[in-house]
């Protein structure tokens, strides 16, 4: 998606922020039970203002989200009652948590140093198939070899052509398959997720993947 659209989703809340949960997402649970964190860093692209960046902070060493909006970055410091600073340009740091105020697409192997495991919630499904190639190739650029790739996506029918986009298993073998083994840990209808009333969707299932960079 164009980056004005974010801006304006932020600037407007409600239902173009409903992405945003209150709570910790189960899948980060999951990644937290199954993959060991202490001593690790967690890069969390298209973070948002999410809390999975607290439940990250607090098991592991450090954690870097990415968020192109700076309302959001600004929301997660002040709903959380974290002062940051500014150590460098866009770059805001409270205790072990650091947000970087940029595009995903701007930011180089250099600018992160050691990357352990990546966390993906609706972050590859908010962009179109159009640019969804570009996200992985990003992806492919941050994650060196042995880095764990926790993905979140939704698959739905019938097809939305706004975000999130459906992406299903074999869609993800796609995108990754060349690179990365895949583990797909969780295949879950959700006959009650707020997208299926709100669109009339026949079904709509949350699948989560552990992929490992070879
Ligand atoms: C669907 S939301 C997901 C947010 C978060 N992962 C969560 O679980 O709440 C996508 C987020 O990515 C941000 N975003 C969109 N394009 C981006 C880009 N190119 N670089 C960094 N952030 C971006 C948007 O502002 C938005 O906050």
Excluded at 107 to 122: E, I, K, N, P, Q
Excluded at 174 to 199: L, N
Aim: glycine residues 10%.
């Amino acid at each position: 998606m164009e980056e004005e659209f974010w801006v304006d989703s932020w600037a407007e809340g409600g239902s173009r922020t409903s992405f945003h949960l209150r709570r910790v997402h189960p899948h980060a649970e999951l990644l937290a039970e199954r993959v060991p964190l202490e001593g690790r860093v967690v890069l969390v692209p298209l973070c948002g203002k999410s809390v999975d960046l607290l439940f990250f902070a607090e098991r592991a060493e450090r954690v870097v989200g990415v968020e192109l909006v700076g309302r959001a970055v600004e929301e997660f410091f002040a709903e959380n009652g974290l002062s940051p600073t500014e150590v460098d340009e866009g770059v805001f740091t409270a205790g072990n948590v650091t947000i970087r105020n940029q595009s995903l697409f701007d930011l180089g192997r250099g600018d992160l140093g050691r990357v352990d495991v990546v966390y993906d919630r609706a972050a590859l499904i908010a962009f179109p198939e159009a640019m969804r190639g570009r996200y992985v190739a990003k992806i492919l650029e941050l994650a060196a070899p042995g880095t764990r790739y926790f993905l979140n996506t939704l698959e739905y029918r019938p097809a939305l052509d706004s975000p999130p986009f459906s992406v299903g298993p074999e869609e993800v073998v796609g995108y990754y398959g060349e690179w990365f083994e895949i583990e797909h840990w969780v295949d879950e209808v959700q006959p009650g997720h707020r997208m299926v009333e709100k669109f009339g969707l026949e079904e709509l299932r949350e699948h989560g993947f552990l992929l490992r960079r070879r």
